[in-house]
T-cell receptor, first 113, second 111 residues
């Protein structure tokens, strides 16, 4: 019930490509779905987050698509750049009850020049 | 969102010793969290630390091994006690304000 499954484990794209990372959750009580970006030697940094009352959210080149009925959400990175090479984590929580984040396994993204 | 200062950023420690990691938040937050992250892997929650109450530990983590202090709404410490090489990892603190913010981590190597 508390798991968040993330795929793929790793992803390599060319500059300008659109990498897509997918996550699936089980607990229907989750109401907050953030994505984090982590560079080596740094802590995770919040990239974008969505709540289940919307199906899509866009911030700059990053878009979250959310499918409540399928209990899935995904991150799309438009016009990807080598500087986007990092590890990406999806997560979920019951924010309204102040609970902790449950993280996916992570996706190591490499954007080749 | 809150900014977290975590220190030390890295340390190499002898087995059997203890290390205390500090996290300072630039604003008052109710909830703080401590995570462990093995290189290349996801984050594993150690415990949740609320000011004024005992920390709540996740399965597999115990207070004797990972004592936590939360003396006020802007500060917390995690101690890794009686260390062994298996404790070598990255330790991260996190605070919940408008979202969940993370410190930059402490890379611990036990020799």
């Amino acid at each position: 019930q508390q798991q968040v499954k993330q795929s793929p484990q790793s992803l390599i794209v060319q500059k300008g490509g659109i990498p897509i990372i997918n996550c699936a959750y089980e607990n229907t009580a989750f109401d907050y779905f953030p994505w984090y970006q982590q560079f080596p030697g740094k802590g995770p940094a919040l990239l974008i987050a969505i709540r289940p009352d919307v199906s899509e959210k866009k911030e700059g080149r990053f878009t979250i698509s959310f499918n409540k009925s399928a209990k899935q959400f995904s991150l799309h990175i438009m016009d990807s750049q080598p500087g986007d090479s990092a590890t990406y984590f999806c997560a979920a929580s019951k924010e309204t009850s102040g609970s902790r984040l449950t993280f996916g396994e992570g996706t190591q993204l490499t954007v080749n020049p | 969102s809150a900014v977290i200062s975590q220190k030390p950023s890295r340390d190499i420690c002898q087995r059997g010793t203890s290390l205390t990691i500090q996290c300072q938040v630039d604003s008052q937050v109710t909830m703080m969290f401590w995570y462990r992250q093995q290189p290349g892997q996801s984050l594993t929650l150690i415990a949740t630390a609320n000011q004024g109450s005992e920390a709540t530990y996740e399965s597999g983590f115990v207070i004797d091994k990972f004592p936590i202090s939360r003396p006020n709404l802007t500060f917390s410490t995690l101690t890794v006690s009686n260390m062994s090489p298996e404790d070598s990892s990255i330790y991260l603190c996190s605070a919940r304000d408008s979202g969940y913010t993370f410190g930059s981590g402490t890379r611990l190597t036990v020799v």
